[in-house]
Structures are given as C-alpha cells and as structure tokens.
C-alpha cells in the first residue's frame, strides 16, 4: 500500500493543480466555451465509432481500396476504374486498414478523421498562445498576457475550430481532409518553434516529418505548405550565420520527406 500511495501521488497533485487552476483562472465565457467544444467533440467521436460512414467519397474510394488491399493482403495496385483508388494520397487509407483489421469490422474507421480533429484542436490552442506570446513580446510589454486570457485564448481556439462546419461533417468520415489538416497545423506550430530556434535539431525533424505525412495524405499539402516553408527557408538564411548549420536544416528535412514518400 505505501507503493501505491507514492505512485498515485502524482497523479493527485496534477489533479490538485488542475482544480485550482480552473477555480482561479478560468472565467466564466471560457469556461462556457471550452465545455461546449468538449461536448461536441465527445458527441461526434460517439457518433463516429457507432454509425457507418456514408459518405460519398468514403463509399467510391476510400474504403474500396481499403477492402482491395485486405482482400489482396498487398498495397499494390489494381483494376479499377475508379484511379482515385490508385493515385490520391494513401497515408490515412493505411491507418483505416490496419484499424479495420484490427476491430475486424467498419466500427473504428472513421476514428482516424476524429483522432485528426482533435490533435487540431489541440495544436491550434499551441499556435495561438505562441501567437499571444510573440504578440505580447512585439508590443514592448513588461508583463505577459494574463492567466484569465491565456485560457479565454485557449477556450476560444477550442470552439472555433471544433465548430467548424466543414469540420464537424468530416470529422465522422473517412475522408483526408481532417487529417492533412492535421498535418499541416503540426507544420504550423513547430514552424513557429524553428522561427525562435532555427538551429534545434527536433524542431525541424519533427516539421519535416509532418510535411512528409501532410504530403502522403493529401497532395494539397503543397500548397499551404509552400508559404509556410518559404518564410522558414528565409528565416534560416538570416538566423543562421552558419551555412553548415542551414545544410543540415535542410538534409533534415528533406530527408524526413523524401524518406516517407519515396
């Protein structure tokens, strides 16, 4: 028993932790917001892992490649005339199938557009308090934001993407959508990380990572994308004095890339 007491304890002082910060820092309207976003979401993963999917796109060409490669037990490529099957992005139809051998059925394959909206959620809550941050920082301002508004800045980041109406629809399908999107926010927030460590070695390991999943999932990936890779290539070539040090951003990144998608 004394072992288990020390190995709980931790976990009862987050939990301390958690209360007062909700009790002291959290007004009412963030409050409101940030519980509307988790009822949504709950609600929507609900439906999605105990109703089918029927939608269009999931019905002519994402789960039909799935069930090809199954039957098949092989990724490669087959006759059909439907090439969407061949030629779209395969990354989230690779999670699909391994879900759907896993449960034997359907029932947990529009869990990965769900997974997708929430890592969304999650990310974009990071990339708005960067936001907030480097904003505070470019105001000259002696004080940081407060408590109270770092969390109505979270809540709020919460319910608008959440609230999506696009969103909300996808995220119950098996469509890739949601999961690029997922991608490209990772894209987003570790770009932000590199804009203040250009230099770090995890940073841009994990940015060339996400663009390579972005770009396995969705060939749109290269549009949004691209600024977002400009504005890191100039940012290293003022940051970085050393030209070894932009040679390796670059391998880096290029070979998380090229290592996923070739």
């Known amino acids: 028993r004394p072992h288990v007491a020390t190995a709980t304890r931790p976990v009862t002082a987050w939990r301390e932790t958690m209360n007062l910060d909700w009790r002291q820092n959290w007004p009412v309207d963030a409050r409101l917001m940030l519980i509307a976003s988790v009822i949504l979401i709950v609600t929507l ?3 999605a892992i105990s109703t089918p999917t029927t939608n269009w796109d999931s019905l002519t060409y994402h789960l039909p490649r799935v069930m090809h490669w199954i039957q098949q037990q092989s990724v490669e490529h087959y006759p059909t005339g439907n090439t969407r099957q061949l030629e779209f992005g395969p990354w989230s139809a690779f999670v699909i199938t391994n879900l759907h051998l896993l449960a ?8 990965v557009q769900w997974f997708a909206m929430l890592t969304c959620v999650i990310v974009t809550t990071f990339i708005a308090q960067q936001l907030l941050a480097r904003w505070v920082t470019q105001t000259a301002s002696n004080q940081g934001p407060s408590p109270s508004v770092q969390r109505q800045v979270t809540a709020l980041s919460c319910l608008l993407v959440s609230t999506l109406p696009i969103g909300v629809v996808e995220s119950i399908t098996t469509q890739t959508d949601y999961v690029v999107t997922c991608w490209f926010a990772c894209l987003t927030g570790l770009a932000l990380l590199l804009w203040n460590e250009p230099a770090n070695f995890w940073y841009s390991l994990g940015a060339g990572l996400a ?4 770009v396995l999932s969705k060939a749109t990936m290269y549009i949004y994308a691209a600024p977002v890779g400009l504005v890191l290539a100039v940012r290293a070539l003022v940051r970085l004095r050393s030209n070894r040090l932009r040679l390796r951003l670059a391998l880096i990144m290029m070979t998380a890339f090229f290592a996923l998608n070739g």
Request: no cysteine.
């Open 45 to 47: 993963g609900v439906i």
């Open 104 to 111: 034997g059925n359907d029932r947990l394959d529009n869990l």
């Open 211 to 214: 663009l390579a999943l972005g």
